[in-house]
């Protein structure tokens, strides 16, 4: 019944796409006539030939340019909108019911955004997948053609193909200038490469940059491995490589274990942290991390300890809502130390060859344990039916003791419980394991992207939307999203130098303190980025934290008296044991991503990936015996090679790869 469902959405996709095509088809043929030798060259060589550079054109709102914006420093130097205003929606392309949810009170951006640009972004009608896979909704978007008039992480093949997406390639260096040079100073090889190589750009990068970069461009002389509190490395094993425990509970299982109290009160005193204080848990391979959780169980039970509303406590959910990604594409690879494993395809250093890796024996027997966690008590089988919304209630309370991945507790909500515990980093020190997984490196860390569709936006407002996204890239749009427009009255100037006014936002922005007064002003964070603040999605734009206008970095913290939010920051494995990728920059990974519009078998699973696949695997966890999880197991298999997902086809994507980005291949290939 699945399968007919599915099959019946892709009509209905492929129907109102051929549709989308038949309606511009004068169009793209006399685009076809006027660039013929173009297509042929793009057809005949893996390299996109280099395009002469557009002859920038000024803007026709003559109040509004990106020379007007990209010369003042705040915002609030800028004149009013005097025209009419644009309503956006958004779609949220890779959200599938998430329950973060971030609504600003006291919202100082969204205001200046349409006070200067005359834009604003609808909450209750912005939306994501809620719970189907991206290709479902899709096809219900491109059969009904209510299409929203953004898209976050919504560019594929389909969109493109149908020409349903704005190509932005000529309009960017005329309307986005400062973004065009950000990409081509950060990103020249990725930028030159456009999407799937074709030169041709269908959206704008969004919470790009690196914190650890920005800092030594402001403090070039800061020791970065001691001063930790100001721009913390990436951890030994990637980024959110800790996990987060309550630690009254710790302290029961490793006698002298620091509370998270205990441990601020260390960072007041010395301003960072030893490694033996960072690894103050000894796990160190896989064994010891797989009985840490035993014994969390184990002392929960003999200690009678409840949650915050007096329910059970549970070491932790081995599903979180949404699919199993954190789980065992997360926590999987804390415990085992291979980095950047997903489950899906992996370069093998051993093997030097793309791999599969759900199908793999050792990877069965890493999921046989994750289904013991759920048999012996260790996770409680009520967290395989949960969504997100209920996981972090749950979680909250302290009904579970660890966390990890990005589902951070939120520690203002419960300091506010009134508690005697609090959530607190543990690093387990698993030695990174690069001789069998390496982590790639990219020209820009962690960008997302937004697109702009085409019935939904005119070639008239066109040149809008893309000055309010490259605003964020100038001096004055980062200093927006990290403090705010001078008029908000929440800051003012110290000897030189922009300091709050409001305790909370000095408190939360620059110390770290968890009191969520950045989501009151809706401001950016270092975590975060900058969020709309809507429903679905939650969409940072710009740069990421605010880039190096952040207001941690404004405020010299070397300088400054320690305060006891800085001590999650400064509690970090990387500034021991650093975190080991490429030293070629990688624009090509074996994701299982990079090859779906290059292999159609790749691509027709992963359409089913979501509402399909997960499931089973979620099955799989979810085993009440032995042949139970055997059967799931097979199931889950059967059911990917049914849909595309073979050890053929993982070959098949491998000779492309090597055929078409042997320098990406190479760089895995290499190592470090």
């Given amino acids: 019944m699945k399968l007919k469902k599915f099959l019946l959405a892709m009509l209905v996709l492929v129907l109102a796409l051929a549709l989308f095509a038949a309606c511009r088809g004068e169009e793209e043929e006399q685009q076809q006539e006027q660039q013929p030798e173009q297509q042929q060259q793009q057809d005949d060589t893996t390299e996109p030939e280099p395009q002469p550079e557009p002859e920038p054109e000024p803007p026709t709102a003559d109040h509004l340019t990106p020379q ?69 909704r899709l096809a219900i978007l491109a059969a009904t053609r209510d299409f929203p008039e953004l898209g976050y992480n919504v560019l594929s093949e389909d969109l493109i193909a149908g020409n349903v997406l704005h190509d932005l390639t000529d309009l960017i260096p005329i309307y986005a200038p400062n973004y065009y040079a950000f990409m081509r100073e950060h990103a020249p090889r990725a930028w030159a490469a456009g999407w799937g190589g074709t030169g041709r750009h269908y959206g704008i990068a969004v919470n790009v940059g690196n914190n650890a970069d920005a800092i030594r461009r402001i403090h070039p002389y800061v020791d970065i491995e001691r001063y930790s509190h100001i721009a913390q490395p990436t951890d030994t094993l990637g980024g959110l490589s800790h996990l987060n425990v309550r630690d009254d509970i710790l302290a029961l299982m490793f006698p002298g274990t620091r509370t998270q109290a205990e441990l601020e009160e260390l960072y007041l005193a010395q301003g960072y942290f030893t490694r033996d204080q960072v690894f103050d848990v000894p796990v160190t391979n896989w064994d010891e991390a797989v009985d840490f959780f035993y014994l969390m169980r184990d002392v929960i039970e003999e200690h009678g300890i409840v949650a915050a509303n007096g329910r059970p406590v549970y070491p932790l959910a ?76 749950r979680l909250n309370a302290g009904e579970y003791a660890v966390s990890f991945a990005w589902m951070e507790p939120d520690h203002g909500l419960i300091e506010d419980l009134d508690v005697d515990w609090a959530f607190r980093r543990v690093f387990f020190d698993v030695p990174q394991n690069i001789d069998f997984i390496l982590p790639y490196r990219g020209e820009v860390s962690g960008w997302d992207d937004v697109s702009i569709f085409r019935d939904q936006v005119s070639e008239e407002d066109l040149p809008r939307l893309l000055m309010w996204l490259d605003f964020m890239y100038t001096e004055a749009g980062q200093n927006l999203v990290a403090w705010g427009p001078a008029t908000a009255n929440i800051w003012e100037y110290v000897d030189g130098q922009r300091r709050f006014t409001v305790p ?17 002003f809706n401001l950016a964070t270092s975590r975060y980025g900058h969020h709309i603040p809507l429903n679905h999605p939650t969409m940072p734009i710009g740069i990421h934290g605010g880039g190096i206008r952040a207001p941690r970095y404004v405020y010299d913290l070397l300088q400054q008296e320690r305060h006891r939010g800085g001590a999650r920051g400064a509690f970090s494995s990387g500034v021991h044991d650093a975190h080991v990728t490429t030293r070629d920059i990688v624009l090509v990974s074996a994701n299982v991503w990079s090859f779906f519009d290059h292999v159609e078998s790749i691509s027709n699973f992963w359409d089913v990936r979501g509402t399909g696949f997960e499931p089973l695997m979620t099955r799989v966890l979810a085993a009440g015996s032995d042949d139970e999880f055997e059967g799931a197991f097979t199931a889950m298999v059967e059911f990917a090679a049914l849909h595309g997902l073979t050890d053929e086809s993982v070959a098949e994507a491998e000779v492309w790869w090597r055929e078409n980005w042997p320098e990406c291949v190479a760089a895995y290939e290499a190592g470090h």
């Fill in 68 to 136: 007007l914006y990209g010369a003042v420093t705040d915002s609030s130097e800028l004149p009013n909108w005097d025209g009419n205003t644009i309503n956006l929606r958004v779609w949220n392309g890779h959200g599938t019911g998430d329950a973060i949810r971030h609504r600003s009170a006291n919202d100082v951006v969204s205001p200046e955004i349409e006070r200067i640009f005359g834009i604003t972004l609808c909450a209750d009608e912005s939306f994501d997948n809620a719970g189907q896979d991206f290709a479902a």
């Fill in 318 to 393: 081995v599903f979180q809502g949404g699919d199993n990604w954190a789980t065992l594409a997360w926590l999987n690879n804390i415990m085992s130390g291979n980095a950047s494993f997903n489950y899906f395809t992996y370069f093998n250093r051993q093997t030097q060859s793309l791999e599969l890796g759900f199908t793999q024996d050792w990877f069965r027997e890493e999921m046989r344990v994750f289904n013991n966690f759920v048999r012996d008590g260790v996770s409680p089988a009520s967290s395989l039916i949960e969504n997100n919304e209920m996981f972090n209630n």
């Fill in 504 to 520: 909370e936002l000095e408190a939360n922005l620059v110390f770290n303190e968890p009191n969520n007064a950045h989501v009151d």
